[in-house]
């Protein structure tokens, strides 16, 4: 009715009925974890749009994870335009490994798996290198060659700015120079929700639709939405032994140092990389909604059990600038 | 991480769900230097909302670095980069999250140099409130009418004005008083239409998020509690709806969905929508979700839209109201920053992002450049980095827009270099002009009514009211604000045989005429009738609620059809 009469576009001089319909100045609101997605969702879109090639970053880690689900509302009812890349170091929890092949299958989106097999194959370890080293072989080098080999223009990353310092001043669309370094004092302005998606050849971007989301956020949404992680982030009981104050879970007794005493300690994994350089907490939260309580008990920042990040001060910012994400 | 702590108060892990998300986001820029304590307040407004993990501060606690008079260098928690903390400025904005039980914020903490206004302008452009700080040792300096000036510039509707270091004033009355009524004057220059003072210091932690015993004489809210409590304002007309095509969905022969985030309006099934540029007509079919069709879009959803009927469209179009229509142009002007070391220039030519839509545009003129400390405007003739100016724009391919000051998505859009591919700048759409574009054919022939009514965006009426001056004035202010061309005659002054002797002035100027009188006989109101038509709208006529607060919402929605100057092209 009300839209007939409209089209008319007379006679609407007397009808008193049309209130909730056009015209009307609503108030609207959209929770913020909500509002969140739309933003995620817009970036998604705009960067699958504008590249010739993008590609998304697969960590595996409960952030992939929502990205993934993003991913797919932003594409719904079609599929996810783009493949997922996923940086094998060789030292991953088993269970990110198989939790990877069955999930992405599940889904039905393409994935790529790239190693540095040539540093796995020389033997490339933290203890042998040293973290930092290690992480330049495993993961920088690893992902600007799998990049470059499969030429891709544009990666989707799951990094949050609440992550870290340097993080904080990242740009959702964060430029590559043709080295995949970043130039943090020269970075594009960026503003409202307009990205520049333009380079040149061999330049690339990498795209954060996750930026503006918190560690509470994200679990938050894994609560709602019911998306699926790998189980280590749930306590259950495991094998490890205490190395410079950190639980590090121990699948294989090789890598036993000199010293070392294995013991069975419940703990959870707040946030996965390597096993030798990713340390556990102890906990007993075996659900989600235990994580979300124990995370707002918490005190401590979720890369704090990172080993890699405190090498220095100032150290992830180090590494981005060579082009870690 | 302060998210609801207080485990008992839950009731339930999904009542305490339920309670978070119904959180509201304000996003809020600050700027300014080290010097004049902006990171100090940041870092004491995260450590005393509790919002700092115990390693981030003990890593402030065992840094080698402390620039600040207290045990603690608060600012050490927001300066992200190496550089940044051994000089002890502020590069780049960088982006903090916290929350307390009753919001969740994010704030863009910008450098407030002159030479970043425009990283001032990035961490302005999403803001909904702006935090501007004075030194009450100093007092309103040339930056602070600079970061003033961005934020009106960005369309930021609220300030707040933090007047730091009262401690270094032995928390004096006087100062915070005279500090605020040399802002509130600079406010209303520069038109900021929400503005409040609050005395703080940061380094001293006074009225930042605990009420300081230091100043009993301030009655107001501390920081926090304003950020907490500041209204946020999501209103949109219905039917302004705005839909740039993102990207098209069509996984299959059966399904074809427009992909977007809606800009304004709201969107159901069956609603008319209009594309641009093609002017196809359909009706919205579906609203297609991952989580099911949705019964309505408004912004900022982002959702799928398919349609009843087979109408080619494609990224960089735009879906609109017909009834409200955007403003379809290919001249235009518009406030811009201006990011790069290169010059602009009149004539040479850039690509400009507009919604999902990128075109050629080349700068025509350069009006004037405003001098951001003095606010003064200058004439140029090129840009500088970290120029703001008005600039007249041509572009290849009309845009969909509308003025920045009535949308923030549809009427802005970012300038970059066609070669090395640079943002080089960021605009604000003030004006349409393609009504302006004089030829020699034009330029002596009178302006016509029907170009009147283009530039105003709506056609002339009368508008009668008997025995209610009050909701007449009422009626005045709220068209006035939503940019109608409006004026408010009384019978007292203006009787009903002048009214009708002078209408057709009126009318051709493209005027909106609220006459208010007492009681009209029925054959004047005949009269008035047979003068205006069908734009004559009788409000006695109508069942209104008594309420003029009430009343003017459904007068709104009767005079929508006075804008619907796209449906009825040619027709004039």
């Known amino acids: 009715m009300e839209n007939a009469s409209k089209e008319n576009g007379k006679s609407l001089a007397t009808d008193a009925g049309l209130y909730e319909g056009p015209g009307f100045i609503a108030t609207k609101t959209l929770n913020y974890l909500k509002t969140l997605e739309a933003e995620s969702i817009q970036i998604f879109r705009e960067a699958a749009a504008e590249f010739a090639r993008p590609v998304m970053l697969y960590s595996i880690g409960k952030d992939s994870s929502v990205m993934l689900r993003l991913a797919q509302k932003a594409f719904y009812p079609g599929k996810i335009p783009f493949p997922l890349l996923h940086i094998d170091t060789s030292y991953k929890f088993p269970e990110m490994i198989e939790f990877r092949d069955r999930y992405t299958r599940e889904i039905g989106v393409e994935l790529i798996v790239h190693k540095n097999q040539e540093a796995v194959d020389a033997g490339a370890n933290p203890f042998a290198l040293g973290t930092q080293k290690c992480c330049g072989l495993l993961k920088t080098k690893s992902l600007l060659d799998a990049l470059s080999e499969g030429g891709f223009t544009a990666a989707f990353g799951g990094a949050r700015r609440d992550e870290e310092k340097s993080r904080a001043k990242e740009r959702v669309y964060s430029f590559r120079d043709s080295f995949g370094q970043w130039d943090p004092k020269n970075q594009r302005p960026e503003l409202w929700n307009i990205f520049n998606s333009r380079i040149n050849k061999g330049e690339s971007i990498r795209v954060f639709p996750l930026s503006n989301w918190t560690e509470a956020d994200i679990w938050f949404y894994i609560h709602l939405e019911k998306i699926p992680i790998v189980p280590l982030y749930f306590a259950k009981e495991h094998n490890v032994v205490i190395r410079d104050g950190s639980i590090v879970v121990v699948y294989d007794n090789s890598v036993v140092l000199k010293g070392e005493k294995v013991q069975r300690i419940v703990c959870r994994m707040r946030s996965l990389g390597c096993v030798s350089c990713t340390g556990a907490i102890r906990s007993d939260a075996d659900t989600v909604p235990k994580i979300i309580e124990e995370m707002i008990s918490f005190r401590r920042s979720e890369r704090e059990n990172r080993v890699i990040d405190h090498d220095e001060e100032g150290s992830m910012e180090i590494k981005k600038r060579e082009g870690y994400f | 991480m302060s998210v609801t702590a207080n485990k008992e108060a839950w009731g339930g892990f999904e009542s305490f769900i339920d309670q978070n998300l119904a959180k509201e986001l304000l996003r809020f820029t600050t700027a300014g230097s080290v010097d004049d304590g902006k990171s100090t307040l940041i870092g004491r ?125 032995q928390y004096r009355e006087d100062v915070f008083l005279r500090l605020q009524k040399d802002f509130e004057a600079l406010a209303k220059q520069l038109a900021v239409p929400h503005v409040v003072a609050i005395p703080i210091s940061a380094l001293m932690g006074d009225n930042v998020v605990a009420r300081s015993a230091n100043m009993p004489w301030y009655h107001g809210p501390t920081f926090l509690e304003h950020l907490e409590s500041v209204p946020l304002r999501v209103e949109t007309m219905s039917d302004s709806v705005r839909f740039p095509v993102q990207y098209v969905i069509r996984p299959d022969a059966s399904f ?78 518009a406030m811009v920053v201006w990011f790069n070391a290169e010059p602009a220039e009149p004539g040479r030519s850039y690509l400009l992002k507009h919604t999902s839509r990128t075109v050629r545009a080349k700068a025509l003129k350069i009006r004037y450049r405003v001098n951001v400390n003095s606010l003064v405007q200058e004439p140029v003739d090129h840009l500088q980095m970290n120029d703001i100016a008005y600039v007249e724009f041509e572009t290849v391919s009309p845009l969909f827009f509308d003025p920045y000051t009535q949308n923030r998505t549809t009427g802005s859009f970012i300038l970059i270099d066609p070669i090395s591919n640079a943002t080089l700048g960021a605009g604000m759409i003030r004006a349409d002009l393609s009504d302006q574009t004089v030829t020699e054919d034009s330029a002596h022939k009178p302006v016509t009514a029907s170009e009147r009514y283009k530039r105003h965006g709506h056609y002339p009426a009368l508008i009668l009211v008997e025995g209610n001056p009050a909701l007449a004035a009422r009626l005045e202010r709220a068209l006035f604000g939503e940019h109608f061309e409006v004026v408010h005659l009384s019978g007292e002054d203006t009787p009903v045989s002048v009214l009708e002797s002078q209408f057709k002035v009126f009318e051709s100027t493209g005027l909106v005429v609220i006459y208010s009188c007492g009681s009209l006989d029925p054959d004047a109101k005949r009269r008035l009738k047979a003068l205006a038509t069908d734009r004559f709208f009788d409000l006695s006529a109508l069942d209104l609620p008594v309420e003029e607060r009430d009343a003017v919402p459904k007068i709104f929605s009767l005079l929508q059809p006075l804008r619907s100057l796209a449906d009825k092209k040619g027709q004039d």
């Open chain 2, 45 to 169: 407004l995260l450590h005393d909302s509790k919002s700092v993990f115990e390693d981030q501060l003990a890593a402030v606690k065992k840094s080698r670095i402390n620039r600040s008079t207290g045990t603690v260098d608060f600012s050490l928690l927001t300066d992200g980069l190496r550089a940044e903390r051994e000089q002890g400025i502020t590069i780049d904005v960088a982006y903090r999250y916290f929350e307390t039980p009753r919001r969740k914020f994010i704030i863009a903490d910008t450098p407030g140099h002159e030479q970043y206004t425009r990283n001032m302008a990035t961490g302005a452009s999403t803001a909904n409130l702006a935090v501007i700080l004075i030194d009450s040792t100093k007092g309103v300096l040339a930056q602070t009418r600079r970061h003033t000036y961005i934020a009106s510039l960005l369309g930021i509707p609220n300030v707040l004005v933090a007047i730091n270091k009262m401690d270094l004033v």
């Open chain 2, 256 to 333: 074809r969905g427009f992909a977007g985030q809606v800009a304004s309006g709201v969107i159901r099934p069956g609603d008319p929508v209009v594309s641009l540029p093609s002017e196809r007509k359909s009706r919205v079919r579906s609203i297609a979700t991952f989580d099911g069709d949705a019964p309505e879009a408004f912004p900022p959803m982002s959702v799928t839209l398919t349609l009843e009927d087979e109408i080619d469209l494609s990224r960089g179009d735009m879906l609109v109201s017909p009834a409200l229509p955007p403003r379809v142009s290919r001249h235009f002007e």
